[in-house]
């Protein structure tokens, strides 16, 4: 795979003149008094060449997770589509369709829009965005969006508390179109993340006014409200096995909230969610410490992080919840390090893995809904898994995209857009990966057939078996180095019952 870094300051301010033409993050200009620009691609020794294009320069590394024999050919191809997304205006979220493949995003615009991804046939082009409709019905920002399970109904959240579900229905012209469903109304303030029940019955939606809404997608209506976080709500999953609902606040908090129905009580209802974990602090005690030496820390960034966004999501099989937003302090360092946790879904008492610090807070995260056969390359892994789980992690200004197979990232993507990133999205088949940003415009990325492995397919005795096993465990034996760091490198006790006492409202804060 390849690292991508910084080229945009060779891009010419006029950027509406440019659109992706060659593959590799490359681009064309459209007027002939524009000078091109040379692309270079710089392999590590291990398969070391240059390769010159038309179109901009930008340096290329094979990482060391990912040094191998490879075909130049073969390596994903995509960039920074170079149209008119949303008027220039902010691009906040983005989802795939499950059926069709078709690309929503939503912007600062008020608009939701439709597009179909084109590949080139001749493999030679980057993917192509075309246009096919708006769905206008917002008066504000729309800030996330996702399609429902069954591809039925589209969820769009925006500011003001706007919650909107549109529904797929045929026109008079035996046509489909997207039409509004229903308003479900009742968030006061602006609406940054939702997410679907695995069954599409239920969705949760998380807002500024410090609150998760369970809302029952047939009735339209609440059914449960989540109100203990103390600040904005800025990001909301939902575990694919239905027994968890997990947010990410900026009060610096992620609570898992455990369905535990009531059947004695009257009305009883098959969802009952209630506050079983809050992770907020970490226990670190670091190399020649005694237990009674060991400071706790904040394991998430505060109101202060630069971004409204903090997307947090579950691995397809349930195995683990990665989270978003972290920081590490170490006593040896004065500075924090950015991080996001994997926690397992058996063991919410300490994170099972830490990522790589990165240079920037890391704002989303998103699992490609496929699995992968095992390839047997790499022994130096984290998870014992009998399947490969590949995710991507996008900090403010990069995009890494790591497996279970791997310790470090096998690709890493640098300088593709100009403001903070602010979702992620894949299509059902992993052909594309795509993310969007504030300065208007969006990245496509594609993979070649099997590029990401073979598809892993349980057996029919033994599916329902492992899926619902977990079967990480953690190698712990070079817990020296940041990017292989685990809760028993560095002995960590997290805060994992919910504080009775009385809440205390945190006042907002602008940020800049």
Known sequence: MLYFSDFRKLIPKNRENFVGTKSHLLAQS???SLPLLSFSAHLLPSAQKEISFSSFHISAHLLPSAQKEISF??????????????????????DFHPKSGFLATGGNDHDIKIWIIVSDKFEKNLPTASYQNSLSYHSSAVNTLRFSPSGEYLASGADGGELILWKLQSTSEGQSAWKVHK?????RKDVLDLQWSPDGSFLVSGSIDNSCIIWDISKGSVHQILDAHLHYVQGVTWDPLGQYVASLSSDRTCRIYANKPQPKSKGFDKLNFVCQHVLTKAETLNAGESKGQASKNHMFHDETLPSFFRRLSWSPDGSFLLIPA???RYSSAPEVVNTAYIYSRRDFSRPAIQLPGASKAIVAVRFCPILFTLSGSNSATLFKLPYRIIFAVATLNS????????????ALFAGLHYAAITDIAWSMDAKYLA???????????????DELGKPYTFSEEKKGEEIMTDHMEIDNTDGGKLERASVDDKKVAVKTSDNKSAKKRITPVAIN
């Not at 308003?183 to 968030?187: K, P, T, Y």
């Not at 995009?399 to 096998?410: F, H, N, R």
């Not at 993310?435 to 057939?449: H, P, Q, V």
């Open 30 to 32: 459209l007027s002939p």
């Open 73 to 94: 050919s073969s390596i994903m191809k995509g960039g920074t589509v170079q149209i008119n997304w949303h008027d220039t205006q902010p691009v906040l979220t983005l």
């Open 183 to 187: 308003s479900l109304l009742f968030h």
């Open 326 to 328: 972290g920081i590490c």
């Open 399 to 410: 995009l890494c995209i790591y497996d279970t197979e791997s310790v470090a990232p096998i």
């Open 435 to 449: 993310l969007t940003s504030r300065d208007g415009y969006c990245t496509i990325i594609e993979f070649e057939t």
